[in-house]
């Protein structure tokens, strides 16, 4: 039970001991004060984009930033997983002074934000049921509530609107003035433009996979038998959301959607977001799987694919395999050799060992408008130094509607 508690809550077990050992007369407070916020939307690939924005705007304002859980979602159920799970703390703290939520609320809250000083703040007010409307209504919706009720905040004496002001880097110098006797400026969501800044994205590179992710990642390598192996990662988004999402791009002309500047930076020019660059085709998927494989085995002979996807659609592994008879198709709940199933699994691996696994891949094809996929590129780029084996499917159709080649 007490091993269960550890792994879950690392921080907040070392938090437990540390009060214990040395109480919080100890604890060094910053002077400048701390960040808070609810990472209340999208999954785990916008609220990591959203980290960064938030993490850049933190060290502008040289606040300390609380790291919040992970939200996490399970059909109706919203779980919470502490940011160090995933996570090393270590390497955040060689770029500024960060510390977890569940650190935080155990050791420092009850000092310098007691509930009688806890204000909430929004850029304008949200709807709420019979609010007033000047009220931030941090409690309305879901995960909103459950986020605070999960570290027991159940009230906010004040909102504070604080348009016309954005929480972008850009204007952290006028909030210091305006909110420094305020310690604590906690946020309905995060202190972020969604999708980030440009600038917040190299702080990429300061994210480290922690060494639980590493092991269970490994082991899943072990147990679905390429962990020697060098493989292509591919990340597929085609389930039905996704599709409604794509849509978008039928019935609008739009140069921007979700994390697509991770393509159309590259080329450095703004363009129209064809559709197939959001959903393929398979003879779409068939192409750039080849051409992938064609730059790896320059110098790797690889003879596995491993398929990240939120649609685990098994006639479409069974074309794919026939496809590339060569390749083991290591997908969600079987594997495919020559069209064919050799083996099959119960559970769909946990989202954290696809993003380690096509952060590590050999070579990497992701999505251009998902932000799972960005959250990926960008680890292979910043800290692993792949960029050159970090493509995105159907990506030609930017250049070829611009005549431009390719600058990776």
């Not at 393509?263 to 559709?275: A, D, M």
């Amino acid at each position: 039970m007490m091993r269960k508690f550890i792994e879950r809550y690392p921080a907040l077990t070392i938090g437990l001991l540390l009060a214990i050992l040395i109480g919080n007369n100890c604890l060094t407070f910053d002077e400048n004060g701390y960040i808070i916020y609810c990472p209340c939307m999208g999954r785990f690939g916008n609220q990591a984009e959203q980290f960064l924005g938030s993490l850049l705007f933190a060290i502008d304002l040289n606040r300390t930033l609380v790291l919040p859980p992970f939200i996490e979602y399970n059909d109706k159920h919203v779980n919470f997983t502490p940011f160090d799970k995933y996570f090393r703390i270590e390497p955040l703290l060689e770029k500024h002074r960060v510390l977890t939520m569940e650190n935080f609320m155990f050791n420092y809250a009850p000092t310098i934000w007691p509930r009688e000083e806890r204000f909430i703040l929004c850029y304008s007010a949200r709807g709420g049921r019979g609010e007033s409307d000047q009220d931030c209504n941090p409690f309305e919706g879901n995960p909103f509530k459950p986020f605070w009720y999960h570290f027991n905040v159940t009230k906010f004496v004040r909102s504070l609107l604080h348009s016309p002001l954005a929480t972008q880097f850009t204007e952290a110098k006028y909030w210091k003035a305006p909110y420094k006797n305020i310690k604590v400026l906690a946020f309905v969501g995060a202190p972020s433009p969604f999708p980030t800044s440009q600038e917040a994205i190299p702080l990429q590179r300061h994210v480290k996979f922690s060494d639980y992710v590493g092991s269970v990642a490994e082991k899943f390598r072990l147990d679905r038998g390429f962990v020697d192996d060098p493989y292509l990662a591919i990340h597929m988004r085609h389930g039905s959301d996704w599709m409604k999402a794509c849509n978008l791009l039928k019935e609008n002309d739009m140069t921007q959607l979700f994390s697509s500047d991770q393509c159309t930076r590259r080329i450095g020019v703004e363009v129209k977001l064809p559709y197939q660059i959001c959903t393929h085709s398979t003879e779409q998927i068939v192409s750039d799987v080849r051409r992938a494989l064609n730059d790896l085995n320059k110098n790797k002979n690889s003879s596995v694919i491993y398929i990240s996807t939120d649609n685990d659609d098994k006639p479409l592994w069974r074309i794919l395999s026939s496809k590339f008879p060569e390749q083991r198709f290591i997908t969600p709940t079987a594997t495919y050799s020559n069209g064919a199933s050799i083996s099959e699994y119960s559970e769909h691996p946990h989202f954290i060992i696809d993003a380690y696994l096509l952060s590590n891949a050999d070579y990497f094809l992701g999505n251009c408008i998902s932000s799972f996929s960005a959250f990926a590129s960008r680890i292979r780029i910043y800290s692993y130094q792949r960029g050159r084996t970090t493509r995105f499917f159907a990506n030609d159709l930017l250049k070829q509607s611009n005549n431009l080649k390719d600058e990776l």
